[in-house]
């Protein structure tokens, strides 16, 4: 039996005019992080229900995830820009779909505060406050889950290409050069590994293959990190 599975997860970024790039993310408690595939830090998103788009899904889990109300975020679909999908090969022959997204951050965005509970997910994972972290800091210091750090790596690498900016995010030029200034030297040696290690993730048969590509990149960029530092 092929099991179809598709997830939606949204980079929701303010992009301010000198050019700093922050992101909302969210901690995952201590025993969903045992290993290099499911790191301590996540982008806001989940798995697709029946007869929900990809962007209805995004919005949806979004308003459950980080909204101060846990409702529906009034997010026009438009707004919503395409970053990056991996197929991951399943146990059983299946492919499971992530997709990653751009939602520029706005007045509809208003996260859980303090005063809310963390929240307990299905499937048992406890989803600490969502909070606005620096993209440098994302990719550089945090343990992100390798997936959501590769749709980050990606999304600074289009921010960084003025026309990419303009014609994908509405980046005006002026605050593209900024986001470069501020980010390139350092964002360029994880956009070079990201994009060798997604097309040999793309050519991937089996989920043992996937696993084994996957580890290798996080030690790769545990390298680039070491220099870093």
């Known amino acids: ?38 790191k301590s830090w996540i982008f806001p998103g989940g798995s697709q229900n029946p007869g929900e ?4 899904n995004l919005v949806r889990e979004l308003g459950e995830e980080i909204s101060k109300e846990q409702k529906v975020l009034e997010i026009p679909h438009e707004d919503i820009s395409f970053i990056l999908e991996l197929k991951k090969p399943g146990d ?10 751009y939602i520029p951050m706005s007045e509809a965005i208003i996260l859980r505060g303090e005063e809310q509970s963390d929240l307990l997910e299905p499937d048992g994972a406890r989803l600490g406050q969502p909070i606005l972290v620096d993209i440098a800091d994302i990719i550089v210091k945090r ?7 590769a749709a980050a790596v990606v ?11 303009r014609r994908y995010y509405k980046v005006e030029s002026e605050v593209s050069a900024a986001i470069r200034s501020r980010y390139g030297e350092l964002v360029e040696p994880y956009l070079r590994k990201t994009y060798f290690f997604l097309e040999r993730l793309r050519k991937c048969r089996d989920h043992k293959e996937y696993t ?13 990190r070491k220099k870093d530092s």
């Open 1 to 38: 039996m092929r099991k179809l599975c598709r997830s939606n997860f949204g980079i929701i970024a303010k992009i301010e005019n000198n050019g700093a790039v922050l992101a909302v993310s969210l901690t995952v408690e201590e025993r969903f992080r045992r290993n290099a595939l499911h």
């Open 155 to 165: 999304f600074m690498g289009r921010l960084l290409n003025s026309e990419t900016a």
């Open 92 to 101: 059983f022959g299946g492919r499971l779909t992530q997709n990653f997204w």
């Open 212 to 224: 084994q590509v996957l580890y290798s990149y996080c030690k790769v960029l545990g390298d680039v």
């Open 53 to 56: 788009t990809d962007k209805m």
């Open 143 to 149: 343990d992100l889950k390798l997936a959501h750090l």
